[in-house]
């Protein structure tokens, strides 16, 4: 049985509808609403065309993967390096050259390499960043505010380590560290869907994760 190509956007009933919603908002000349009603229809079927596209090709990459058998995380990571370099530039930036670069006013704080961190705000600590492995303490680093700490956090958990520069200015380091954030938040989603796609087997993709994010670092 063959299946019709027909889609929603085809059919009358809808067509109705929304000539319907747009003489509610005010456009009463027919010729303009079937002008708009066709812009936007072309539109979806565009964006639709290119979902169905992505999908087909993530479909195609993981049958060929399991053809062929697992790739090594290496040679996904440079998979993925390369796609995000030709299709995702504005996802190539780094702390020092991007986010800090020109602030005329900074503080700078030696962040520990390696260890998680956690804000100690106490009698004896306020706005402390504390280092640690284990129980061990690596290191403790004292912001000038609340706004510095809170930034700190996030470049230590985006792997920003060692001397770090941060605004001294505490309105101005909650601007920047708004505008990281989000530019952060799109750079994992991106990278994450990117390794999905060609992975999904999840101990593989943090590993992966691991590999594309030294190759992208932020410091």
């Excluded at 230590?156 to 954030?181: E, I, M, N, Q, S």
Aim: net charge negative; charged share 35%; no cysteine.
């Amino acid at each position: 049985m063959e299946l019709s190509d027909e889609t929603e956007l085809d059919q009358r009933d809808r067509w109705a509808l929304d000539d319907a919603v747009l003489r509610l908002i005010g456009m009463k000349d027919k010729a303009e609403r079937e002008r708009i009603r066709d812009a936007l229809y072309m539109h979806l079927r565009q964006h639709f065309e290119w979902v169905r596209v992505k999908e087909e090709k993530a479909t195609e990459n993981k049958k060929r993967a399991k053809k062929k058998g697992p790739k090594a995380p290496t040679t996904i990571a440079s998979e993925i390096v390369e796609q995000v370099e030709k299709d995702h530039p504005q996802l190539l930036k780094t702390w020092s050259m991007h986010f800090i670069h020109g602030e005329p006013l900074f503080d700078t704080y030696d962040l520990p390499t390696e260890g998680e961190v956690e804000l100690l705000d106490d009698l004896i600590h306020q706005n402390a960043l504390r280092f640690y492995k284990g129980k061990r303490t690596l290191g403790l680093v004292e912001p000038r505010s609340s706004e510095q700490a809170k930034l700190l956090i996030s470049l230590a958990g985006a792997g920003v380590r060692g001397l770090v520069r941060v605004p001294h200015d505490a309105k101005t380091a909650v601007g920047v560290h708004k505008r990281f954030g989000g530019w952060l938040e799109e750079r994992e989603q991106t990278l994450n869907r990117l390794i999905e796609e060609r992975t999904s087997d999840e101990e593989l993709q943090e590993r992966v994760y691991g590999v594309v994010s030294q190759r992208l670092a932020l410091a």
